[in-house]
Structures are given as C-alpha cells and as structure tokens.
C-alpha cells in the first residue's frame, strides 16, 4: 500500500495528466498538475472554461482516469487500480456538489430517496425510520424542512434543489466535498445563501472542501488558498489573499482585472489585462512548478521567475 505524509494534508495531487482518445484524437486535458488539499480547509481551484477544473475533480473521485501521475487521500493513493475496500473507501468520503441541481437529481424520485440513495449503499444495516430521521436531520442542516423529503425536485425552487444536492453529499458523512460550481446555475439573489450554507457548514463539520469556479470574485470569499488553472497547467497558487493583493502570473492578473466593482466610478476607469499564451517561450527554457516564497507557487521558465522575483521586491 503507497503512503505519502505531508504535512496534515487530506489530499496530495502529484503530476496528474488526464487525457480523452486515442492516437490523433487524443486531447491532454490536465498536464502535470500538483497541490496539496490540508485537512479542514477550503481549497479553491479557478480557471476559465474549458480549462480542466471539473476534470480534476472527476478525476479526484475515480470519474475520470489519469494517464499518470499520483492521487493520495489520506496517505492512500486511490487512483489507478484500488482494491475493493479502499474504493468504497473514497464513495463513502468523498462526495461531490454538482453545477446544475436540477441535472444532477432524479426528476422521477422523492427528496427521501435521492438524499438517503447513498447512505442505502453503505449503511446497508439501517432501519426505515433510522434513515428516515437521518434524511430529516441531514435536510434541517441544509435549511429545508423534514416534509419535504415527500416531494419531488421540480416542486423546489433552484437554490433549494442546490440545498438537497448538499443534503446528499453530507448525508454520507464526507471527509471531503467537491464543490463544482455549484452557485453558477443559481440566481445572483440567492447565491450568497449557498455559499454562507456551505461556510456554515465547513466549520461546523470540520470538512475539507475543494471549491471549483470561474469567479474569483466568489473564490475570495470562501476559500483559503487558490489554484489557478489555464488550459490544463497550474499557473499560481498561494493563500487566497496573498494572490488577491500580489497576483504574479498575467494570467492570474487578467483574470482579477475582469472581476467587476461595486464602485461604478472605478469600474468605468478599469483598465482590462489580456493574457497572452503565445508571449511565453518554452522551446529551450522550459518551465518549473516552483515554490518562489513561502506557499506561494508559480509556474515559469528561468527569465520568468526572474521578473516574478523581480515584482516581489517591488512591493
């Protein structure tokens, strides 16, 4: 059995690569991706779309295959080839909180069976009225009252269809919850609920949660630490306010550049970073994954870190 210990961390991600097809169809979705998930936090993972965030997070919970590299979840590497007992393992405590709520729920099935399915799987020895009351608790934690576990998704307004895909992760007692864009199908009126809900009830259960969005401006109100993602590469990671306040990669810069501002006046005078890809020469100078100050990482060739190190001292 592979074991890794790094400093109380749940999840360790080493040079994972996820690809889909074969021969000239084959697409790299994800490239050498590395970071560290520690125990009780929230981890944030942000890019644009298309750039391989909910293929990471598939590919965390066994959805999607890696080609190589290594996933370890409490010191046990649960990609590749598992036994039995540690895939049941990762089912029971990893869960995810998927995008669009009304996608993700049987439209055919009560709240009571959608919420406790998980739990039917695993806690094979629970009576009727125990996970009855486990459905009632579960759904008074996410805000909803216990009659509602009688009725079907499409009586429930959008927010709430979010709250019960909540209830069915939690239900199963996770370590670890995926988060997948899960306000961005929501209206703006009620996404703050969500998230406040989900805070809530990180610190109330200690959990551990891997926040997956577009919107930095989102990312800085929930999460610890970011990860920014283009096309596939890390590019910058550091503690949430340390990229806010001292963002070095110009991706990560035209991407804070295009989060809007409440002041009407200053987001008239906002100026809007483009990021270039094609202003990045790796044909000799390759790049590194390097640790340029303490947990702030970034990605670049030698004469990149230079002038990252060069900003840094700027400050």
Not at 217 to 235: E, Q, W
Request: charged residues 25%; glycine residues 8%; neutral net charge.
């Amino acid at each position: 059995m592979n074991t890794v210990q790094q400093n109380d961390a749940m999840l360790n991600v080493r040079d994972m690569e996820v690809t889909f097809g074969t021969g000239r169809k084959k697409f790299v979705a994800v490239k050498g991706v590395s970071f560290d998930i520690f125990n009780g936090e929230t981890f944030g993972l942000v890019g644009e779309s298309g750039s391989g965030k909910t293929t990471i997070g598939r590919a965390i919970i066994r959805v999607n295959p890696t080609t190589r590299g290594e996933v370890y979840f409490k010191g046990q590497k649960i990609n590749g080839k598992i036994s039995k007992e540690l895939d049941r393992k990762v089912i029971h405590e990893i869960q995810m909180v998927f995008q669009d709520p009304m996608a993700s729920l049987n439209e055919r099935a009560k709240v009571d069976y959608i919420v406790s399915e998980g739990l039917q799987n695993v806690e094979k020895g629970l009576s009727a009225n125990e996970r009855r009351e486990r459905v009632a608790k579960t759904l008074g934690d996410v805000g909803l009252l216990a009659e509602f576990a009688s009725r079907f998704p499409h009586e429930f307004s959008g927010g709430q269809r979010q709250r019960i895909g909540v209830a069915r992760a939690l239900i199963m007692q996770p370590s670890l919850i995926i988060a997948d864009e899960p306000i961005s199908a929501l209206d703006v009126s009620i996404r703050a609920q969500v998230l406040n809900l989900l805070s809530k009830i990180q610190k109330d259960r200690n959990l551990t949660i891997l926040f997956i969005s577009h919107d930095l401006s989102v990312m800085r109100f929930i999460t610890d630490r970011i990860a920014v993602l283009h096309k596939g590469v890390l590019v910058e990671l550091a503690d949430t306010e340390t990229l806010y306040n001292n963002p070095l990669h110009p991706y990560t810069r035209a991407l804070l550049s295009a989060v809007p501002l409440p002041n009407p006046i200053k987001e008239k005078k906002k100026v809007l970073e483009v990021y270039d890809p094609s202003s990045h020469d790796y044909t000799v100078d390759l790049p590194q994954w390097v640790e340029i100050e303490s947990g702030h990482f970034i990605h670049g060739n030698e004469k990149e870190l230079d002038g990252y190190r060069a900003q840094m001292q700027k400050r």
